[in-house]
């Protein structure tokens, strides 16, 4: 069965950096489109970048655009968030999700995939 596995998460304070990552097996990672996302205690998990198959389009949510980098290494089966600039309110638990079907553009609605690690903890203070 497809594994989708998180690391990188952990307590920055305000302005630092933290880079994720995601390795995925057993599934055609070169063919499929990723994203990340995240969730706060008592909200709805959102969007907050994603990746076409390829590298080449990418997509990111208003409250982290700027400060926030996508990217894919096909070779590795590996995707990364690099997080710059953080803010208390980047705080959440980041989930790493894989598209089921290949070459999609990529979404930042949890609709579009089907596959998701079990998150990793980023905790940001002021």
């Known amino acids: 069965q497809v594994q989708v596995v998180e690391s990188g998460g952990d307590s920055v304070q305000a302005g630092g950096s933290l880079r994720l990552s995601c390795t995925v097996s057993?599934?055609?990672?070169?063919?499929?489109?990723m994203a990340w996302f995240r969730q706060a205690p008592g909200k709805e998990r959102e969007g907050v970048s994603c990746?076409?198959?390829?590298?080449?389009?990418?997509y990111y949510s208003a409250s982290v655009k700027g400060r926030f980098t996508i990217s894919r290494d096909n070779a590795k089966n590996t995707l990364y968030l690099q997080m710059n600039n953080l803010k208390p309110e980047d705080t959440a638990m980041y989930y790493c999700?894989?598209?089921?079907?290949?070459?999609?553009?990529?979404?930042?609605?949890?609709?579009?995939?089907?596959?998701w690690g079990q998150g990793t903890q980023v905790t940001v203070s002021s």
């Open positions: 057993r599934l055609a990672f070169r063919d499929v489109a």
């Open positions: 999700a894989a598209d089921k079907y290949v070459a999609r553009s990529g979404s930042l609605s949890t609709k579009e995939y089907t596959y």
């Open positions: 990746i076409n198959w390829n590298g080449a389009t990418t």
